[in-house]
């Protein structure tokens, strides 16, 4: 199988290099706050945008995919944002995987089935740190539950690049000055930018609807099951309104003769 590989290397190194600056300007700048969004899939009654996923999905394959795993989703589970059957099919069958072993005992590559899980960019640990200056790109499958906030972050992230950093800023070798990444060195080229992707559906893929897509996508991919646990909570709450009120007025009949 052959992988369309991109400049983009995992945040790993520059953890390093916040450590290694550690002055209070440094720290300081460390704490910038990204700006709180309103996404669809927030609040009691929040839904994932289905042709926000897609297309986030799209960007994921063409260019998240070359170095970052996505280990804990299965080609089928995509049917939650909406692809059909033989999409996802034929989303699967774009990669390989290995299986096995065969009647031989030989392990054996085969194209992936909707029950396999993402296949991964390097075959393993090693081969992904020598591709990315010995840097681990990490797995995205819980991405946007790393931290408090964490759509807000990684949107904030994806759009935070800048081409020079402020003045009297100095970067260490092979870092990108980023806004909200913390020290504002980072490891990771900048992924995105206007018209990366050309989008199935004709939406304009600006950076800001690239980001906002790929993030609604790998909320998705962390909670698949928020939709039907908030419906589940939406009929407790009903329950439990309707079970209270039966209870107040068995109380009142109760105690009636004693009022």
């Known amino acids: 199988m052959t992988i369309k590989r991109f400049p983009v290397s995992a945040p790993a190194l520059a953890l390093a290099a916040a450590l290694a600056f550690p002055s209070g300007d440094a720290l300081a700048a460390a704490d910038v706050k990204p700006e709180a969004r309103d996404w669809s899939f927030q609040g009691l009654f929040g839904t994932y945008d289905r042709g926000a996923s897609q297309r986030g999905f799209q960007v994921y394959r063409e260019v998240c995919a070359a170095c970052h795993s996505l280990s804990l989703v299965a080609y089928r589970n995509l049917a939650g944002i909406g692809l059909s059957e033989d999409q996802i099919k034929a989303a699967a069958a774009e990669y390989e995987v290995t299986d096995g072993p065969n009647e031989e005992g030989e392990m054996f590559s085969r194209p992936a089935r909707p029950s396999d899980r993402f296949a991964a960019p390097f075959a393993n640990d090693n081969a ?3 591709s990315n200056n010995g840097a681990l790109p990490p797995d995205l499958s819980l991405m946007t539950k790393a931290r408090k906030g964490g759509p807000d972050y990684l949107y904030a992230l994806l759009t935070g690049y800048k081409e020079e ?11 990108q000055y980023n806004v909200y990444f913390p020290n504002h060195q980072i490891a990771m080229a900048s992924p995105l930018a206007d018209d990366a992707v050309e989008y199935a559906d004709g939406t304009k893929p600006t950076l800001a609807q690239l ?7 790998l909320a998705w991919a962390a909670e698949p099951e928020l939709e039907e646990r908030k419906r589940m909570g939406v009929k407790v709450l009903l329950f439990l309104i309707v079970l209270t009120a039966m209870l107040y007025a068995l109380k009142r009949q109760v105690w009636r003769d004693q009022h």
Request: hydrophobic share 40%.
């Open 128 to 130: 992904a740190r020598a």
């Open 165 to 175: 950093p402020p003045e009297g800023v100095k970067l260490m070798e092979g870092m």
């Open 211 to 217: 980001s906002e897509d790929v993030t609604t996508f």
